[in-house]
């Protein structure tokens, strides 16, 4: 179903959920209106999911659209308050060309945490904040969505009462959209009151574009804590500003670093507040004592290929966080998003054995099971042709989205009371290995077929 153009008349919105619960919204488009879902009072434990949500206004002049348009800034999903619901779910969906892509947390709420979830969403050309948390979020939850191309990625300005958990999300290419101001993966500057506890956990942040840096604290604002452990913060200014010194922030083993040389953290108005290497950001702030300053080795940021190489120093850097990456592999937890799982791939036949008659032909399928973010193409070859078969292999090069046909005829003249078996052995080449696989054939001999008994 389409929703478009619901604009008329004062806090216009497609679909209005008002002591609503137990919805699931799904599979819809939300087209240009002013907004697309609004959630109130009672609403609880709705699933929003598997939708797209756009407009037009990413590229409207900031500073015009916050001093004339302000009621457009509520984007594609909006909680008013007062919310008392809880258990909210909003997944899988795609908001795109916003002002700002859409709100998960209400101005008031009840005595109770919301309980929000946030989770799979992709988020790109937004104008302002890709997604905004500025209310009372207890217990939000948003992890492994995707932002890109949007001036602040997360805007946490400001969540009242908390927690609030970031968790493996992407965050790159900030500082977008018609405006002079820096971008940032998450926003904490606010002239409100005080957000509570802030925890980011595994976060990839990659500010791309020029002048930006991998994480910006501003003032003002007040916070009960910034909790950050295993994050990538990449700039192309600095990969920590922080105009904030008086609120407290916890950091460590975290990826700092910037492409911008000489420079790595600017950390107050002090007089060493440009604090170049590691060593002495540590030494004056006592922050990131286990932090890393290296080039974090994405695969490839041309095709936004966030996975780490498998020799990205940040493989096995990070700390084990009980609840959070219990599923790491290899000796410790990684930094950034995405758990290197290594690059690889085993061949697959299908069947992975046949009985034919002596003269007959049989097929096989072969395919590839990857692992990781294996991308190679695979040399295919087979073991020495046994007497008295013919095997066509067709190709015998394939990609992780191809298959190949193994073809055996064989040549005896029948009957053949006594059978034969064969093995064909497989081998599969590519940069990153080798890997084999058997298939087994049978020709000729005798069947015997047993009764079905029942009882």
């Given at each position: ?27 819809c ?5 002013d ?14 999911e598997?939708?797209?949500?756009y ?6 002049p ?14 594609g999903?909006?909680f ?20 700002d ?9 009840g ?34 969505n995707?932002f ?9 300005a ?6 609030t ?7 790159y290419?900030?500082?977008?959209g ?18 509570g506890?802030?925890?980011?956990f595994?976060?990839?942040?990659n ?15 007040t ?5 950050a ?9 600095f ?5 904030n ?74 700390i ?10 290899a ?32 097929t096989f ?25 013919l095997?066509?292999?067709n ?14 005829t ?8 006594n ?17 084999s ?6 020709v000729?001999g ?10």
């Open positions: 179903m389409t929703f478009r153009h619901y604009g008329n008349g004062d806090y216009a919105k497609a679909i209005y959920l008002n002591n609503a619960s137990h919805n699931l919204i799904q599979g488009i939300f087209a240009n209106n907004l697309g879902i609004g959630l109130k009072r009672a609403s609880g434990e709705n699933l929003i598997n939708n797209e949500f407009d037009s206004d990413f590229n409207w900031w500073d015009s659209f916050k001093e004339y348009s302000s009621y457009l800034e509520t984007g999903l909006r008013y308050g007062p919310t008392t619901g809880r258990g909210n779910i909003i997944r899988n969906n795609i908001f795109h060309d916003y002002f892509g859409f709100g998960a947390c209400p101005e008031t709420a005595e109770e945490s919301i309980e929000v979830d946030v989770y799979n969403n992709l988020v790109y050309n937004a104008g302002d904040d890709g997604m905004e948390t500025d209310g009372v979020c207890s217990n939000l939850r948003i992890w492994n995707t890109h191309d949007v001036l602040i990625g997360i805007s946490l400001p969540t009242y009462v908390g927690p958990y970031a968790i493996r999300n992407l965050i290419n900030t500082g977008a018609n405006n002079d101001y820096p971008g940032s993966p998450f926003k904490f500057n606010s002239g409100y009151d005080k957000s506890p802030m925890y980011l595994h976060n990839t942040s500010a791309g574009l020029p002048g930006n840096n991998g994480l910006d604290i501003k003032s003002p604002g916070w009960d804590q910034i909790y452990r295993n994050n990538i913060w990449a700039g192309t200014d990969a920590i500003n922080n105009y010194t008086s609120q407290p922030v916890s950091l460590d083993y975290d990826d700092l670093y910037t492409s911008n040389p000489n420079e790595l953290v600017y950390w107050g108005d002090g007089d060493n507040r440009h604090m170049r290497t590691l060593s002495s950001f540590q030494n004056q702030t006592g922050q990131e004592h286990h932090g890393l300053n290296q080039i974090p080795g994405f695969v490839n940021i041309n095709t936004a290929n966030y996975n780490l190489a498998m020799t990205s120093p940040l493989i096995d850097a990070g084990y966080i009980p609840g959070i990456n219990d599923s790491y592999h000796a410790k937890p990684d930094i950034g998003a995405f758990e290197y799982e290594g690059s690889g791939f085993e061949l697959v036949v299908q069947p992975p054995n046949l009985a034919i008659e002596p003269g007959m032909m049989a399928q072969i395919s590839l099971k990857t692992t990781g973010f294996f991308t190679d193409t695979v040399n295919l070859s087979y073991s020495a042709q046994p007497a008295g078969l095997i066509d292999l190709p015998a090069v394939i990609t992780t989205v191809g298959s190949a046909t193994l073809t055996v064989d040549t005896h003249t029948p009957p053949m009371e059978g034969l078996a064969f093995t064909i052995n497989l081998t599969g080449t590519a940069t990153s290995g080798t890997e696989q058997s298939v087994l054939l049978i000729g005798k069947r015997f077929f047993l009764p079905l008994a029942f009882r």
